[in-house]
């Protein structure tokens, strides 16, 4: 079956680094015109830079998932640089990991607002190009942790799974219009651990990420197998994580 990934204009939140980029230079060098969106704008100028040294298209804008408008300014870069939008990837995310007892709000709310509202606001973005073009494929990143519960990782987890309800419910609702995949990524080799405020945590996730993680690719291939698949074809769910992995 042949990939009908080329031409495609792709939107990636947190495109700079990890999962993102992987991502935005996977699918740029199968043919797909992505745009993309992080905050530190030096690293999405180099990406975008590779992308089309190597004969890819590519654009950016600086883009904080916290803040509606530059979700709406992504996807409206989209639109006006290639003319349309047929994938909207929403990657960005944090975690703060601690007991729930430890009343870390400050971090609750950080979670809640990128890896949730962010969502959202991604989704709320793109939808109304979708229901003008009668077509489009929301992609979210979501994680493992909102399938095997454990400690520390209440709040985080609960964000995902928050993400992973509106996930489904958004499928469902499309009646065909447009298509929904969820994908979970479990241990992955990226910079995700560096904003872990335990020092101690922090240190033996980044020491169990160096024997068990899986690279970014992996995550990025499974979001080309979703997008590739003809437009009758909806993806729901991907769970991917190594193979050693609890």
């Known amino acids: 079956m042949e990939s009908e990934i080329k031409g495609k204009v792709v939107a990636i939140t947190g495109a700079s680094s990890g999962i993102g980029e992987a991502i935005a230079l996977m699918l740029a ?16 100028e180099e990406l975008v830079a590779t992308i089309t ?4 298209e590519a654009v950016y804008t600086v883009t904080d998932v916290k803040c509606r408008q530059d979700s709406e300014k992504l996807v409206k870069l989209a639109c006006d640089h290639f003319g349309r939008l047929d994938v909207m990837i929403n990657n960005a995310g944090i975690s703060h990991l601690s ?11 950080e979670m809640i607002d990128v890896n949730l509202k962010g969502v959202l606001y991604g989704i709320a973005a793109a939808i109304p190009v979708f229901k003008q073009q009668g077509s489009g494929h929301i992609i979210n990143i979501i994680s493992t ?15 995902k799974n928050a993400v992973r309800t509106i996930s489904e419910a958004l ?18 080799k990226t910079e995700f651990a560096d904003g872990i405020k335990d020092e101690q945590m922090r240190s033996a996730i ?3 990420m160096g024997t068990v993680a ?13 997008i590739g698949l003809p437009s009758n074809v909806d993806v ?9 992995q609890d």
């Open 206 to 208: 980044i020491d169990k």
């Open 145 to 159: 942790s909102g399938i095997k519960i454990v400690p520390m990782q209440g709040v985080y987890a609960g964000t």
């Open 214 to 226: 899986i690279s970014p690719d992996a995550i990025a291939s499974a979001v080309s197998f979703a």
């Open 236 to 244: 729901g769910d991907i769970v991917i994580r190594p193979t050693a």
């Open 29 to 44: 060098k199968q043919g797909a015109k992505v745009v993309l969106g992080a905050r530190r704008s030096n690293r999405l």
């Open 171 to 188: 499928r469902q609702e499309s009646n065909g219009r447009w298509r929904v995949t969820g994908i979970s990524p479990g241990f992955v």
């Open 99 to 109: 007991r729930i007892d430890e009343l870390d709000v400050e971090g609750w709310e």
């Open 53 to 56: 040294e190597h004969g890819g």
